[in-house]
């Protein structure tokens, strides 16, 4: 079994700035693509920012210059760091990674169980 899960959400001001953390658990043999997508009330869930295993990142044009996500491959862990947020920017963050199974040596999609995120005017 694999696990993620998130933390750092909250509640911050326009402007301020939060660090979302994922950490994966459980039976990892190495994780591909990291990522982080985020779902606002009433609307689909749409990508934040990417990270694959050699650090090559993917932004949405959204947060171009805002947001930054990073790895620690020896933890597992992907990070967003969101500074100059907006009230746009209000939602439920959820982390996702592309496991490859120590067990079944099957890659796998995995998502945590999401991190509320407000910000408000």
């Known amino acids: 079994q694999v696990q993620l899960v998130e933390s750092g959400g909250g509640l911050v001001q326009a402007g301020g700035s939060l660090r979302l953390s994922c950490a994966g658990s459980?039976?990892?043999?190495?994780?591909?693509?990291m990522g982080w997508y985020r779902q606002a009330p009433g609307k689909q869930r749409d990508l934040v920012a990417t990270i694959t295993s050699g650090g090559t990142t993917n932004y949405a044009d959204s947060v171009k210059g805002r947001f930054t996500i990073s790895r620690d491959n020896a933890k597992n862990t992907v990070y967003l760091q969101m500074n100059s947020l907006k009230p746009e920017d209000t939602a439920v963050y959820y982390c996702?990674?592309?496991?490859?199974?120590?067990?079944?040596?099957?890659?796998?999609?995995?998502w945590g169980q999401g991190t509320q995120v407000t910000v408000s005017s």
């Open positions: 459980g039976s990892i043999f190495s994780i591909n693509a």
């Open positions: 996702n990674a592309e496991v490859l199974h120590s067990r079944t040596l099957r890659l796998t999609d995995v």
